[in-house]
């Protein structure tokens, strides 16, 4: 079969990562085009070829499949340039890299006659990562026209990622689900430390006396599962320890304390098979129930 082609519009984090893994697994690159045309040779040196051009139209003219790789907010427009200048073949599949938009924010592209989609990579990226394999073992979501959806599921495939499907109208929980596993858990450690800290442990050191206990939760969690992963007071029904922390921290750093009562609050379900049910009412008082 002829190596497919392809095009990347937006040459930052995620494109270059992009450019640089299609071309090593086969595709060939063709166009690029950013908003800066330093980005864009970036992302074409990344790939070692392609033309990298001025409008996303050219870049896109000709490529089998063209990735949308601007920031969410201009995902639609940069579709809608796509379409309007005839910039893409027939046939040609158009995906985006958004968790958070589903693939009718590229709707306009199928007026060419083209397959809209969206294939989003589960993973963090604070730069373009090439050449070790940023995709491998992680999850790639894809959504879309069942064109878009083969070439999404070849692409993630040729990663060695995991191809999931993704209903369309279920794409923005999926994506609130990832950002209260990743950047919640930022922000969970951020509380973390600040109480630390309050315990008159030095800045410099908290991460250092967090990281492992939370290193071992997540083993007992992939171990066990999530909800026999829960221990400390919630899960033994220590009412005494819940009400000394509130008490404490209403003290030390009172805008702490909803904090930790609105996730006791969600613990409280995860302890019902350990726990009595009058204990976890008393506990549901002192948290303030919801
Ligand atoms: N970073 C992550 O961790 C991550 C993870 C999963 C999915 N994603 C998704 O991947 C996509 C790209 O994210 P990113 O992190 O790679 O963003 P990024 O590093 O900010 O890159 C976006 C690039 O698009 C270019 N650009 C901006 N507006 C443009 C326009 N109108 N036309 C053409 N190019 C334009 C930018 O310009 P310059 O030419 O000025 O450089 C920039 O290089 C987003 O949809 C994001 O949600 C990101």
Known sequence: MKPRTFAIVGCGKVGVTLAWHLA?????????ASRRSASAHAAAESAGGGRVCRDPWEAAADADVVFITTPDGTI?????????????????????CSGALSSEIIAAV??????????????????????????RGIIMAGEGDDKALDLAREIATGFQATFLTIETEHKTLYHAAAVVASNYLVTLLAASTRLLEGSGIAPEETLKVILPLVRGTLNNIEKRGVADALTGPIARGDIDTVE?????????LPDLLPFYQVLGRYTLPLAQGSVRADKLSEMADLLGRS
Do not use: D, T, W
């Open 244 to 252: 000394a922390h509130c008490r404490k921290i209403e003290q030390s």
């Open 110 to 135: 199928r007026r060419c006659g083209a397959h809209a989609g969206s294939l989003h990579p589960l993973q963090s990226f604070a730069a373009p990562a090439f050449p070790e394999n940023p995709f």
């Open 76 to 96: 639609g427009s940069v579709a809608a340039g796509l379409a309007e200048h005839k910039g893409l073949k027939r046939g040609a599949v158009v995906l985006h």
């Open 24 to 32: 090593h697994i086969g595709y060939l690159p063709l166009g690029f």
